[in-house]
C-alpha cells in the first residue's frame, strides 16, 4: 500500500486579489474595492483542493525562508498535505502573483522568486515510491525543471505511477520549453482552450485535442462555462458545464484538475472523472481565492 495517493510538484507562492480597480496608470494612486491574501499557484491550489477531496497528497516545491514562504506552509499543512519533500532556499523570495479584477475582467503580474526553482532534483525516487500517482502543474513557469522533465516523469511511469501535467499559460508565448518531449510519458493532459489552440497551432478546440492525444494518452481540455472536451485514442466526448455563481475565477482550472484526479484516483470512468472536475471547478468560481471553497 502507498503511503500517498498523489504527489503534486511545482509552483507555490501567494495571490494577492485586487478588486475593483478600472485602470491601472504610473504616477498615480487608485483606491480598491477589496483585497484579500490566499494561497497561490497552481500546483499548490491543485494539491490543497485534491486533500481536501480526501486524497492523500505530497508535495514537491520551493518556497523562501520569508513570511510569504511561511504562508504557504501553513495554508497546506492545514490541509494534511505532506510537506517533507518542500525545499525551503534562504536566498530567494517567495513568488507572488497580483491579481486585479474589475467585473469580469482580470489581470495578473507574477514576481517568479522561487516559483522557477523548482529542479528535476527535487523529485527524489525515494519520494515518488511513495505515491500511485505524479502531477506536476504551471509547467511553463517551472522554468528550472524544464531540462529534465521529461526524465522525471519517465522515471515516475517507471516506479509505477500513473501521471499527470497542466502547463498553464506560457508567459513568454513560445510553448514549448521541452513539454513536446513530456507528453508522451503523461496519462492525463489539462490545459485550457487557449493553452490546447497555442500548443498546436489548430483551428478549433477539437482539433487540438485529438492532436494532442496522439502524444499523451488522455486529453482534456478545460473550456469555463462550456464545460470540458476529453480526447483518448478512438474516444471523443464533451462534458457540459454546470451552473454557477461566478464570484472569482481564481484556480478554477486548478480546482477542475482535483475534482478530475481525486475522482480517476478512485477508478472512475473518463466521463465521471471530467464530470467531477467540472462540479470542483464550478464550485471553486463561486468562492473569493482558489481553495476557499474546499476548507
Not at 513570511?67 to 498535505?81: D, K, M, P, Q, T
Amino acid at each position: 500500500m502507498s503511503d500517498l495517493d498523489c504527489i503534486v510538484a511545482g509552483e507555490a507562492n501567494v495571490d494577492l486579489l485586487i478588486d475593483g480597480i478600472a485602470q491601472l496608470e504610473f504616477e498615480k494612486e487608485k483606491l480598491a474595492k477589496g483585497c484579500g491574501l490566499t494561497l497561490g499557484g497552481s500546483s499548490a491550489i491543485t494539491a490543497f483542493n485534491l486533500s481536501r477531496l480526501e486524497v492523500k497528497v505530497g508535495f514537491v516545491s520551493v518556497v523562501g525562508k520569508d513570511l510569504f514562504g511561511r504562508f504557504v506552509e501553513e495554508r497546506l499543512a492545514s490541509a494534511e498535505i505532506d510537506l517533507s519533500a518542500l525545499r525551503r532556499d534562504p536566498v530567494e523570495k517567495t513568488g507572488i502573483t497580483i491579481w486585479c479584477q474589475n467585473g469580469k475582467r482580470r489581470a495578473g503580474m507574477t514576481y517568479l522568486g522561487t516559483i522557477a526553482a523548482l529542479r528535476p532534483q527535487d523529485v527524489k525516487d525515494a519520494y515518488l515510491k511513495k505515491a500511485r500517482h505524479f502531477h506536476v502543474g504551471a509547467y511553463f513557469l517551472l522554468e528550472g525543471f524544464h531540462a529534465g522533465a521529461a526524465r522525471v516523469f519517465q522515471r515516475a511511469r517507471r516506479l509505477g505511477l500513473t501521471t499527470s501535467l497542466d502547463c498553464n499559460f506560457d508567459p513568454a508565448e513560445k510553448w514549448e520549453s521541452g513539454v513536446q518531449d513530456v507528453l508522451p510519458h503523461v496519462d492525463v493532459f489539462l490545459p485550457n482552450e487557449t493553452e490546447a489552440l497555442r500548443l498546436t497551432g489548430a483551428s478549433s478546440v477539437k482539433a487540438a485535442a485529438e492532436g494532442l492525444a496522439k502524444r499523451a494518452r488522455i486529453v482534456v481540455v478545460k473550456m469555463g462555462a462550456r464545460g470540458a472536451l476529453v480526447t483518448t485514442k478512438g474516444e471523443t466526448f464533451r462534458v457540459p458545464a454546470v451552473k454557477a455563481r461566478v464570484v472569482d475565477t481564481t484556480g478554477a482550472g486548478d480546482s477542475f484538475n482535483a475534482g478530475f484526479l481525486a475522482c480517476y484516483l478512485r477508478g472512475g470512468m473518463l466521463t465521471e472523472c471530467a464530470e467531477a472536475g467540472v462540479a470542483a471547478g464550478a464550485k471553486s468560481v463561486s468562492f473569493v481565492g482558489g481553495t476557499a471553497a474546499f476548507e
